[in-house]
């Protein structure tokens, strides 16, 4: 098992290979991921929020579901859930305009720049950027259909298990929201850690599919 830390309010990308395991672990807790996964041997194909709602018919993931990409393939299995099983695919990843209008005081790291700064670091050129899948992320919906922040109830040690069904790289960013409660005002690193001893073995899944039409 190989870890990987990734610091607070930083991001790290990883190469898994199409069976392998790999777990996202907030060490000390209330921190939100922000999660991406881009296939290895095509860039312009990616693990897609949007997409992955409408072919679970779900707004958030649960386990045994299939995280699919925006050509309706799967790309990871969504295994094991150590945690209270809040995760977010509505909301965009925080960018220098949404500091700007909290009030922050010059430069402040953003998730959007930590995913061009990895990507760019990879000669990759994206015109936009894709919607995170955001682990540990507490977005309440109210009866009116208002979303809100609240804070992430991830525990500290909480994790979630998932499996690659493509070589794909992921990039897993420590959210650096400080203005608002989803970090418990306080961003904190994350561990990444992967399992070598599956990277050859074929992936046993069945990513849930819903009846219906979409
Ligand atoms: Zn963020």
């Known amino acids: 098992m190989k870890r990987i830390v990734v ?4 991001a790290r990308r990883v190469r898994v290979r199409s069976g392998q395991r790999f777990s ?5 807790g209330c921190q939100c991921v922000d999660f991406w996964a881009i296939r290895a ?3 312009t194909e990616w693990a897609s929020a949007e997409f992955t709602r ?3 018919m779900r707004l958030f993931p649960r386990v045994g579901d299939a995280i699919f990409t925006n050509r309706r393939r799967e790309i990871l299995l969504f295994e094991e859930d150590n945690s209270p099983g809040i995760h977010d695919m509505l909301v965009c990843a925080c960018d220098p305009v949404r500091y700007e209008r909290l009030g922050a005081k010059g430069w402040h790291p953003s998730c959007q720049e930590n995913f061009f700064a990895v990507a760019s670091e990879l000669g990759w050129f994206y015109p936009f950027l ?20 609240a ?3 991830a525990r500290p040690g909480d994790s979630v298990g998932l499996r690659a069904l493509m070589d794909c790289d992921i990039i897993v ?3 650096a929201q400080d203005f608002t409660e989803i970090n418990c005002l306080n961003p904190t690193p994350l561990w990444v850690e992967l ?6 073995t074929t992936p046993a899944h069945a990513g849930r599919r819903d009846q219906g039409a979409r």
């Open 130 to 149: 894709p919607q995170s899948i955001s682990w540990f992320t507490n977005i309440p919906i109210a009866a009116d259909h208002s979303i809100g922040w």
């Open 24 to 28: 996202i672990i907030t060490p000390e």
């Open 41 to 43: 041997d095509d860039l």
């Open 151 to 153: 804070r992430s109830p």
């Open 54 to 56: 409408v072919e679970l």
């Open 7 to 10: 610091p607070a309010k930083e």
């Open 195 to 200: 399992f070598e001893e599956d990277a050859e």
């Open 173 to 175: 960013c420590s959210c």
